[in-house]
């Protein structure tokens, strides 16, 4: 057995997969430069121009068959594609290429993508890095016309239980593979920001991105075991090997399908104290998970992705009707509307119109800044939430709160609507909880005095981390250094618990750090009795907490953190999982 390829692994619901190596052969297609007589120039931009209306009718095609319930973050991309079908860059320039230098259609085309990846590899920031694939990809789909290649659509085989491997993975790729069965990703490329990460998350399959190399040292028909928890493709295994995997895989299966006894069950813990287990969404879609999984609310409701693949923000209407499609698929659970949190790692200029960052955009002018210095982008949504609330229970969020100030200026906008609204003779909830985000340092060293302003706190470990230990959350080359068992860390949630209970201020968590089953016990233990997370964690977390003791873990908790600073944080806290449970 050999350890073939190490990546990034992306296991949301399964981490485990065994199946056939099946290679998606794709990747660039490559010209060749060839010249034309200057007499040859307009037939070959009249074949470029059929070439670029031929692949928009493809990805059209694509787009007219995605099944209903694919996330629409998937068809997103797709209209992404078609808008860059028709941007200039791409659908023109070749053009005036093949006019300038008498060069064929393809090799005009492939200039102009080499030029256009270029731009995107200098870009800074990580996420924009990754949308050279998005060019390549549909520079590609150009160039199979004009080669009049026919590649076999990925449809058309049976992948039933196969690994796909791949250089990346194209949306219209991942739709045509929908619903047959496929076990498991691999990805030379993309790392957890990139699109296929995306996608895998969005499609609850096993995968792994970042495998360098992968393509070349894994065998079309092999056997491998993906292993998403570890980020580990193993290749060629021998039948112990395969044994252990076989068994690990079924008890995964197993086990989600015992976590399902649960959905019905209370949240509460061994020695009697309720928990509430809240689910994270992202797309109106996801409710149908939450009610799956009998969520008690929605703690967190990211807003930025309906600013997405977009080229001008929605408007107050289109919130409206968004946020009240939700709130009546909930049926009267709570949900936790987080105003736009856009910038940094979010995409935000196209939709939006501001300049781009100049540097370091996690601090630059994101979320409740972004809001609070564009009042258009953000009074439209502040008065589509407030609408909603007439329509079942809601809660307003703000993302990023640095200081007081900044919160005074955000309560008094929201007044001022609530003011507009009444004149208006619309309907809201006058008493709607105004809560905030605590995922700035500075904002949870001053939690006492947030909690006495604010009707509730969350608190955001995935910033809360980057911010505290001056890391950059999307960046790979530090990803090592992201550590929520630093002791800064902790003593930064236990405040910001405790000062929510002296205030009598609600705290809940809704980081990625509230959804894993490591960091549960050690959470209880401090203090924290709300989470919120993704759907498909809930359940395992629901197990956590009916087996757990609370008063013991807050004894555990307390000895633990008295020897945080001498001792390995792993193992005290596997000390304290395995005395806990
Ligand atoms: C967080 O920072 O922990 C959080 C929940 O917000 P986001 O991941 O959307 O920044
Ligand atoms: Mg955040």
Redesign the pocket.
């Given at each position: 057995m050999t350890l073939a390829c190490a990546g990034i692994g992306i296991g949301v619901i399964r981490s485990i997969a065994i199946g056939e190596a099946w290679h998606l052969r794709r990747g660039r297609i490559e010209a060749r430069r060839r010249f034309i007589s200057a007499a040859e120039v307009e037939d070959e931009t009249a074949r470029f121009r059929q070439a670029v209306e031929a692949a928009r009718q493809d990805l059209k095609a694509v787009r007219d068959h995605i099944p209903k319930s694919t996330p629409t973050d998937i068809s997103a991309f797709i209209d992404t594609h078609l808008l860059m079908l028709e941007d200039a860059a791409l659908a023109e320039g070749p053009l005036e290429t093949i006019r300038e230098q008498h060069c064929s259609a393809e090799w005009a085309l492939q200039l102009r993508c080499n030029a256009l990846v270029q731009v995107f590899d200098e870009m800074e920031d990580p996420y924009l890095r990754t949308r050279k694939d998005d060019v390549t990809h549909v520079a590609n789909q150009i160039q199979k016309h004009l080669q009049a290649r026919q590649d076999k659509p990925a449809g058309a085989e049976d992948l039933n239980g196969k690994i796909i491997l791949a250089q990346d993975l194209t949306p219209a790729d991942t739709i045509l593979m929908r619903n047959q069965g496929i076990a498991a990703f691999v990805t030379e490329f993309g790392g957890p920001m990139s699109h296929t990460a995306i996608l895998a998350r969005s499609l609850g399959i096993p995968a792994i991105v970042g495998a360098h190399h992968a393509t070349q040292y894994l065998q079309q028909g092999e056997l491998l075991i993906v292993d998403a928890r570890r980020g580990v493709v193993l290749a060629d295994p021998d039948e112990r090997m395969l044994e252990h995997f076989r068994k690990q895989l079924a008890a995964e299966q197993a086990h989600t399908a015992s976590l399902q006894a649960l959905v019905d069950r209370p949240s509460v813990t061994a020695d009697g104290t309720a928990i509430t287990l809240m689910a994270n969404i992202e797309l109106p879609e996801d409710i149908k998970a939450t009610a799956g999984v009998d969520a008690a609310g929605v703690g967190?409701y990211?807003t930025e992705f309906l600013y997405m693949n977009r080229d001008s923000p929605p408007n107050e209407e289109e919130h409206l009707e968004t946020y009240r499609r939700v709130i009546e698929g909930l049926n009267g659970i709570p949900i936790t509307i987080r105003t736009l949190?856009l910038g940094a790692d979010k995409e935000v200029e196209r939709c939006c119109h501001t300049p781009p960052p100049a540097s370091n955009p996690a601090l630059g002018l994101r979320a409740i800044r972004l809001c609070l210095k564009e009042p258009e982008l953000f009074r439209p949504q502040l008065r589509a939430i407030l609408r909603a609330s007439a329509f079942g229970p809601v809660r307003i969020m703000i993302p990023m709160l640095s200081n007081i100030q900044e919160l005074r200026t955000v309560k008094s906008l929201i007044e001022e609507v609530k003011g507009e609204l009444k004149r208006e003779g619309l309907a809201f909830d006058s008493a709607i909880p105004v809560g905030g985000m605590i995922?700035v340092p500075a904002a949870a060293l001053a939690a006492d005095s947030f909690a006495r302003h604010l009707d509730f706190l969350s608190i955001?470990?995935?910033?809360l981390i980057q911010y505290t230990l001056a890391i950059d959350r999307i960046d790979d080359e530090v990803n090592y250094l992201y550590d929520p068992l630093h002791p800064s860390i902790l003593r930064l949630i236990q405040q910001v618990i405790q000062a929510g209970r002296a205030a009598g201020k609600p705290v809940s968590m809704?980081?990625e750090m509230a959804g894993n089953p490591l960091y549960i016990p050690l959470l209880l233990g401090m203090g924290l009795r709300e989470f919120s997370m993704r759907p498909g964690s809930l359940l395992e977390a629901k197990r956590i907490v009916r087996s757990s003791d609370v008063g013991r873990l807050t004894e555990c908790v307390k000895d633990l953190m008295a020897r945080i600073d001498e001792e390995d944080p792993v193992q005290l806290l596997s000390q304290l999982n395995s005395a806990t449970h």
């Open positions: 967190l990211r949190d995922e955001g470990t995935n910033d809704c980081g």
